[in-house]
């Protein structure tokens, strides 16, 4: 009997395999990750990647952080401290009723499609925000009468009331400056004035920024910018310390910012941000309708103990709905100071000892970090606590943000002056209904900058006394860099991560 | 063969029609509106209900399904709910990213399995069978995701001989494309090379003990001789079952290793894609990975007829 050497079968099926996977590599050319930055660019790492373009139609911090002030621009900008400054608009006039506004446009402006920016392009992209954009925040734009393009760099805006919260706005995304001739496509190619233009998009992955010739003001220094998304906060520590991003933009795990401090190869960055986190209280009905449970359980929470179980200390404590950054900032900590005796003692003449709080906290990283300590604290004063975690967007959003089916929840309010959005309406999910708040608020907006301090503060303790939530404390902004790179903000004051101001030293 | 062959082809294709109608059932009965999650906590009733008709949701599922089926059948499977892009080129791309990461998962554990595990069964009595068997025992007991975690502390944070986390295609900087590989698809390949070498050694150990084994040494053939002309294509029969389970395995466990290694794979995808209610796209990935494993299955029944002549004989 002859044997004969076959070629094995089961080896020409892997062959086959593999010949298949290098066909298919000549064409898996569209998803990268760019390596180590070079001189000229930068990788940045950020949390949640932008589910498209479009800002007038889509939700979320993430689209705004990556495209504002980088691709779009508005005619007038926050800086470091807050204040308004120039950015399309180089001068801007009050009339003296204080309804009219008169700006003056830069003349050189163009946008990356190739049109020029001029003062109709402001007058669309302003009336735009009324008829075309679907988000809540499309109603700042309500305030608006009249838009008047008077020359090519002269536009006059005319309020329907005094509004000081107006120009405010138009700093944040409804500001954004659209060309009348790049708006078909924006969730997926956005046109804007901006010293960028978006190069690359490798879903699930990262975003290039590529600078753009020909852009009107000063040059910024990295010739590309990738925005790298990390779902887990240990790879995009990994990252860092590798070398494969030069800067983590937001940090997710304080706990391990140890690994950074003693290196001398890193610089960490710590400030304030917009994001309140709010142990979210239904005013609206369940056992936190009542007013005396509801200050119980300020009462109840141990707010530094919190911080430093659940966020490593790292955050500030506001007890109320205003960021140090706001102009009518105020400590409002000592309102309800920590006191459990306090706490069980309004636990039980509110009667709502024996009812079960469903804590219902979104499956983010401080919700469910902060979820078990709040629980705990609680059922030391005396409630009974049932805690859900509830999948982040779809599930939270449905039960907690839309029906208010909940009775407490932990979220991050991120906005920038959001306390109207949040506390002002009264179909908001926290339901509170207070007219006296509302009207203050409604009086802060027309009055002159002292009376709309004066009142703002008196809405913030207003808000805070009647305990319509609890405020657990605020996000840091955490941010760790390689030791040469420059400009990065300490404070994120805006919606915007601005890279026209970072260089390398 | 042509009989079995037809046979296979209608078992392939009724599976196929099964798991699809089971994949759009579940995504059905899925809580959370993707309209509302597309527009956000703020959206109007009426934006949403419009979404839903721009989309087709206000449609009834039977006419869904059918749509649904039409856009895949005709490689057009539409835009996202959620980013607006068109998904087939999306796909296309991240399924290229999974299978470089599977297959060279898989030769991994091939050419680590297929050795020691022939090695452990001739050996099994011996100390060093005993040692490399214990060996593999741990490694069966080890996640991927962990054996991943592993790799990155030691060799990417520890010695920084490798990055960390990534994906660069290979047309771009084969280099880097080759050291972002290496990690990701060890932590694959390491742990199923593992559960294949316990069923290479069962395999071989039964061929060893079979009388055709004995009449080949009785004829004067060395033990490995008779063992590599006689023995393989005998015990190769239940391993390519394994393999077939394991490539699913594979599929599946890309999943967490995307996310651990950072790839944007068709796992990375998947989990986005979940979390945004991008429901016609998880819908779509979930599909493609039924096909696959299907389509491995149908091909595993091919291979039997090639390596086991008997098999050929037709559906008698």
């Known amino acids: 009997m002859k044997h004969h050497k076959r070629p094995g079968r089961g080896t ?10 290098l066909l298919a590599s000549c064409s898996a050319g569209s998803t990268a990750t760019g390596g180590s930055a070079g001189k000229n660019s930068l990788n940045i790492g950020l949390t949640a990647e932008p589910a498209n373009f479009d800002f007038t139609k889509t939700e979320g911090a993430a689209i705004p952080q990556a495209l504002l002030y980088n691709v779009y621009e508005t005619l007038v900008k926050l800086d470091q401290s807050g204040k308004i400054r120039p950015q399309l608009a180089t001068s801007w006039s009050l009339s003296k009723d204080r309804r009219t506004y008169t700006f003056h446009l830069v003349k050189n402006a163009t946008f990356s499609n190739g049109a020029r920016f001029t003062a109709e ?7 735009r925000v009324t008829t075309d954009w679907t988000l809540v925040q499309k109603t700042q734009m309500d305030v608006v009468d009249t838009v008047r393009a008077v020359s090519p760099t002269e536009l006059k805006v005319t309020l329907k009331r005094p509004s000081n919260d107006w120009l405010y706005r138009m700093t944040t995304r409804i500001g954004a400056m659209f060309s009348r001739t790049g708006v078909s496509k924006l969730a997926t190619e ?19 920024l590529a600078r753009r010739h020909g852009y009107w003001a000063r040059t910024p220094h990295f010739a590309s910018v990738t925005l790298k998304y990390f779902k887990d906060p240990t790879a995009m520590n990994n990252a860092l310390l590798t070398g494969t991003i030069n800067v983590i933009g937001q940090m997710q795990s304080p706990e391990s910012l140890y690994r950074f401090q003693n290196n001398s190869k890193y610089k960490v960055i710590e400030g304030t941000t917009n994001g309140e986190v709010v142990l979210s209280l239904n005013n609206g009905s369940g056992p936190m309708k009542n007013p005396k449970a509801r200050q119980a359980v300020r009462y109840a929470i141990d707010h530094k103990a919190l911080m430093d179980t659940c966020w490593a200390g790292r955050g500030k404590l506001i007890g109320s709905m205003v960021p140090p950054t706001d102009p009518w900032y105020q400590n409002l900590t000592d309102l309800y100071p920590y006191d459990r005796d306090k706490a069980k003692k309004l636990v039980e003449e509110s009667g709502e000892a024996g009812r079960t709080l469903r804590l219902r906290i979104p499956t983010l990283p401080y919700a469910t ?27 939270w959003l449905t ?19 959001d306390m109207q959005t949040v506390f002002g309406n009264e179909k908001s999910y926290i339901r509170y209904d207070n007219p006296e708040f509302r009207a203050l608020l409604a009086k802060a907006d027309q009055g002159t900058r002292e009376q709309q301090i004066t009142d703002m503060r008196a809405a913030a303790r207003l808000v805070s006394k009647d305990a319509a939530a609890d405020w657990l404390f605020l996000l840091p902004n955490l941010m760790v860099a390689d030791k040469d790179i420059t400009g990065l903000p300490v404070n994120s004051v805006s919606e915007s991560l601005d890279l026209t101001g970072l260089g390398r030293s | 063969m042509i009989v079995r062959l037809v046979q296979r082809i209608g078992i392939l294709l009724a599976s196929l029609v099964v798991s699809s109608v089971l994949v759009f059932a579940f995504m059905a009965v899925l809580p959370g509106d993707p309209a509302r999650v597309a527009l956000g906590t703020s959206a109007s009733d009426s934006a949403v209900a419009q979404l839903r008709e721009q989309f087709g949701l206000d449609r009834s599922l039977v006419a869904q399904y059918f749509s649904w089926i039409h856009g895949l059948v005709t490689f057009d499977p539409g835009d996202s709910y959620i980013s607006h892009a068109p998904i087939g080129p999306q796909l296309a791309d991240r399924l290229q990213v999974t299978l470089w990461l599977v297959g060279t998962g898989m030769v991994i554990a091939c050419v680590l399995a297929l050795p020691v595990g022939t090695l452990m069964a001739v050996r099994h009595r011996k100390p060093s069978g005993l040692i490399l068997s214990a060996l593999s025992q741990v490694g069966v007991a080890v996640p991927a995701f962990l054996a991943g975690i592993l790799l ?4 990417a944070v520890g010695l920084g001989w490798l990055p960390a986390n990534g994906w660069t295609p290979p047309v771009q900087d084969p280099v880097l494309f080759l050291k972002q590989l290496v990690m990701p698809a060890l932590s694959l390949g390491i742990v199923q090379a593992a559960v294949l070498t316990r069923y290479v050694r069962s395999a071989v150990l039964d061929v060893l003990r079979e009388d055709y084994l004995r009449t080949a040494r009785a004829k004067g053939l060395r033990p490995t001789r008779a063992l590599l002309r006689h023995g393989l294509r005998n015990a190769a029969v239940p391993v390519v079952t394994v393999l077939a389970l394991q490539l699913a395995t594979l599929l599946v466990g890309s999943v967490v290793i995307e996310r651990v290694f950072v790839i944007p794979g068709l796992g990375s995808l998947l989990l986005d894609s979940v979390a945004n209610r991008d429901l016609i796209v998880v819908q779509d990935v979930v599909m493609i990975i039924a096909m696959a494993v299907l389509l491995v299955n149908f091909l595993v029944d091919m291979v039997y007829l090639l390596i086991d002549p008997r098999l050929r004989g037709g559906a008698s």
């Open chain 1, 190 to 208: 956005p046109v804007g004035t901006g010293p960028y233009v978006v190069k690359n998009w490798n879903r699930g992955d990262s975003i290039t």
């Open chain 1, 121 to 127: 392009d402001a007058k669309f992209s302003i009336e």
């Open chain 1, 369 to 395: 970090a902060c979820g078990t300590v709040v629980k705990s604290q609680l059922e030391q004063a005396g409630f009974k606590v049932k805690l859900d975690q509830l999948e982040f967007p779809a599930a």
């Open chain 1, 12 to 21: 020409g099926a892997v062959a086959a395999t593999l010949a298949c996977l």
């Open chain 2, 152 to 155: 990155i502390t030691v060799f």
């Open chain 1, 399 to 417: 039960t907690v943000f839309k029906n208010a089916d909940y009775d407490m929840s932990i979220i991050g309010h991120v906005e920038p002056r």
